[in-house]
């Protein structure tokens, strides 16, 4: 557990951070956030992280009360507190303080809560080289989760509704029958055709920071790539899947509700495009 978190311009130890019981993060869930890893002291990603932490706090109109520059140095603060170089950075920005209200309070001072905790990259390595098995699920989530809110419940109980079935984790699906994307992270396949597959950006998914590296890297290397929504049963019958986030990177998933993906095991895009993430 971190031994220091930063709050409201300060850093105190870990189990003294405290937020206001008003503050309208905890009562609305008004509120943004964004997760990097960090990986031998560097932030990964980092100006990108940046960029849609801005966004999401435009379409929720919360003013951030110091310069975006500023949290970069503040991150580098805390992780060198909590002597980590591998590990996860968490930040949280609320809309502030006031009594509780519906509509935006006039005049609340936004909430700044920054945690980091270390992660082993050795055990996130082995459990890449196994891949992950998911299940799938109807997409009941709001409308809008393109904005990397804290409004999180569906995807909580999705998840823990595939662990309860033995899955690792869960992909979306619309009213279509297309997917959308996982719990925390989004979704591809290499299709029949043998190009990378994914949907495209829209209000429906979260425009994930590593999937856009991923996408140049994939260009790079000459892989094609389609942007367009895929089914379950694309996705059952494809040659590979896998997922991409700040958390998981790459990793390949061997098993959709039940049947294996390709032969089963991890496939070589998804390996070739893992490394290519750590190397470049």
């Known amino acids: 557990m971190s031994r220091y978190a930063y709050v409201n311009g300060n850093f105190t130890r870990f189990n003294q951070a405290k937020v206001h019981i008003e503050d309208r993060g905890l009562q609305f869930g008004d509120s943004v956030y964004e997760v990097w890893a960090a990986k031998d002291g560097v932030l990964l990603d980092d100006i990108g992280h940046l960029h849609r932490l801005s ?93 990397k809110t804290t409004n999180l419940l569906p995807n909580l109980l999705a998840k823990q509704e595939a662990i309860d079935e033995g899955a690792e984790d869960v992909w979306f699906f619309d009213d279509n029958g297309k997917i959308t994307e996982g719990s925390a992270q989004n979704a591809w396949i290499l299709n029949k055709e043998g190009n990378l597959q994914t949907r495209g950006l829209g209000e429906d998914i979260l425009g994930g920071i590593t999937r856009s590296t991923i996408m140049a890297l994939a ?48 496939g070589s895009v998804a390996t070739i495009l893992r490394k290519a993430y750590f190397e470049n």
């Open 55 to 147: 966004r999401s706090l435009g379409m929720l109109r919360i003013e951030l009360p110091l310069p975006l520059g500023s949290l970069k140095p503040i991150i580098g603060n805390l992780l060198r507190l909590n002597r980590v170089k591998n590990g996860l950075v968490y930040l949280q920005i609320t809309r502030g303080v006031a009594p509780r209200d519906h509509p935006f309070p006039k005049n609340a001072t936004p909430t700044i809560i920054i945690t980091v905790r270390p992660k082993n990259y050795a055990q996130l390595e082995a459990k890449a080289q196994k891949g992950i098995k998911i299940v799938t699920k109807k997409d009941l989530r709001w409308k809008r989760v393109d904005i």
């Open 219 to 266: 260009k790079k290397l000459n892989l094609k790539i389609v942007e367009k929504p895929f089914s379950v049963q694309e996705a059952i019958e494809a040659r590979e899947a896998f997922v991409t986030s700040a958390t998981s990177f790459v990793t390949a998933v061997v098993e959709i509700d039940g049947r294996p993906i390709g032969n089963g095991n991890v």
